[in-house]
Every structure is written in structure tokens, then in C-alpha cells.
């Protein structure tokens, strides 16, 4: 064997050598790109979560702020008044600790304060949300706040004094839509149906001409169903904004 014979095994024995740790280095280096790429990927999944997160928060977040009518929705039923609205309680459990979080943040903050009221009352945590309603009422009478009180006493079982806080509400705002409908919800309750048309047809010469036709169709459903019913009759205790 010449010795470029033998160089050229060496060489080729060398070279053996060489691609196993190459190999591996290769194979790290591609399992690290892929992992790299996996990361990626969930980074911009993640923030693409947060941004629908974000989003659908601001949608609830613009219905909550709505004052169109004032009426709460109902535990476990679907806000009506956005799509982007939770329709779950589990919906409405995701978006609670970042309700707390800014009503905590903001204490003197009415608004937040009544975004957390609306969680807490779709969870069924009346007497939290109650707590919420009167310490914003005690700080100022509010329409719409005596409104949600009435709501909440109401779904209590307080009839009287729900009735109280929707008169009182129509007292202080004699065009907000919603107290009419619920105080009529209420008075056909009690058997008391005539008197509930005649709440209807006052709040229907006072309010805004765009909620006139819930009114309306809360009277005219009231008519139809007559006195023996228990059903709600319209908007007012339907979701309706928050």
C-alpha cells in the first residue's frame, strides 16, 4: 500500500469520523429551528387570542356602556345587544377577573364599577351586584343605576321594592325606555294588567321615538296574552344594553 493509499483511507476513516458529531449538529440545529418555528407560531396564535380577547371585551365593554334601555339581561341568557357579548356564564367567568381588576384599579370609576355589576349579576351574584348599584346610587341618583337596582330586586323576589326603584327611576328620567317595560313587566305580575298598559302608553308619548316601538309592542303583547300570564312582555326584560 503506497502511503497516498493509505493517507487517503486515514482520510476517509476521518471523514466517518466527522459526520456523526456534523450529523448531529445538523440534527440540533434543524430540532431548534423547528422548535423555534413552533414558538412562533404559538406566540402569534397567542397574541392573535389576546387581540380577539381584547376585542371581544371592548364589545361587551360598548354594550355595557349603551343606555338605550337599561334592562339586565337575565342569568345564563344571551346579551342581545352585540354579537361580541359573552352568551355563557363560563363567557361571562372568563371576562371577570379583568372586569374586578379594573373596577379594583379605578375604585372611583363609575363605569367600571357597572361593567363588574353586569358580570356579577349574569353569574348570578345578585347580592354582589346589588352591593355595587347601591354604593353608585349613595354617591348620586342615577336612572338607570335604580333601573338595574329594580332588576335585581325583582329577580330577588322584593316585588315592592322593585316596583319602588322603577318609579323612582321614571321619577328622575321620564324618557328612559326600559323602566316602563319593567314596571309593566312587574304590574302584570301582580294580576294588575290595565294599569301596566296605561304605564306603556305614558312611556310611549315620553321616550325617544326610536324606543317607541318596544313599547308598543311590549302593550300590544301584554294585550294579547291577557292577565293570566307570567311571561316577559318586551325589551324591558329582555337584554337589552347595559
Not at 449538529?25 to 389576546?50: C, E, K, P, R, Y
Not at 354617591?139 to 325583582?154: F, P
Not at 324606543?211 to 300590544?220: G, Q, T, W
Amino acid at each position: 500500500m503506497t502511503p497516498a493509499e493509505g493517507g487517503g483511507r486515514r482520510r476517509s476513516r476521518g471523514s466517518a469520523r466527522d459526520r456523526g458529531p456534523r450529523a448531529l449538529h445538523t440534527l440540533a440545529i434543524l430540532l431548534a429551528a423547528l422548535a423555534l418555528g413552533l414558538i412562533g407560531v404559538f406566540v402569534i396564535d397567542s397574541v392573535q387570542n389576546v387581540r380577539k380577547q381584547e376585542q371581544y371585551l371592548a364589545g361587551v365593554i360598548a354594550a355595557a356602556d349603551e343606555v338605550d334601555g337599561g334592562s339586565e339581561p337575565a342569568p345564563t341568557q344571551t346579551p342581545a345587544t352585540s354579537p361580541s357579548e359573552p352568551n355563557s356564564q363560563e363567557e361571562w367567568r372568563a371576562l371577570l377577573p379583568r372586569l374586578e381588576e379594573a373596577a379594583r384599579a379605578a375604585p372611583d370609576d363609575a363605569t367600571a364599577q357597572r361593567r363588574l355589576a353586569i358580570a356579577f349579576y349574569n353569574l348570578g351574584r345578585l347580592d354582589d351586584a346589588q352591593s355595587i348599584y347601591e354604593t353608585l346610587l349613595a354617591a348620586g341618583e342615577d336612572a338607570l343605576v335604580r333601573n338595574r337596582l329594580g332588576n335585581i330586586l325583582r329577580d330577588q323576589g322584593d316585588l315592592e321594592g322593585a316596583e319602588k326603584a322603577y318609579r323612582r327611576a321614571l321619577a328622575d328620567d321620564p324618557t328612559l325606555p326600559a323602566p316602563y317595560v319593567n314596571l309593566a313587566e312587574l304590574l302584570s305580575r301582580t294580576r294588575r294588567t290595565e294599569e301596566a298598559l296605561r304605564v306603556l302608553a305614558e312611556g310611549s308619548a315620553l321616550v325617544d321615538p326610536g324606543a317607541k316601538p318596544a313599547l308598543d309592542r311590549a302593550a300590544s303583547t301584554l294585550r294579547e296574552r291577557g292577565p293570566q300570564s307570567d311571561e316577559p312582555i318586551g325589551e324591558g326584560d329582555a337584554p337589552v344594553g347595559q
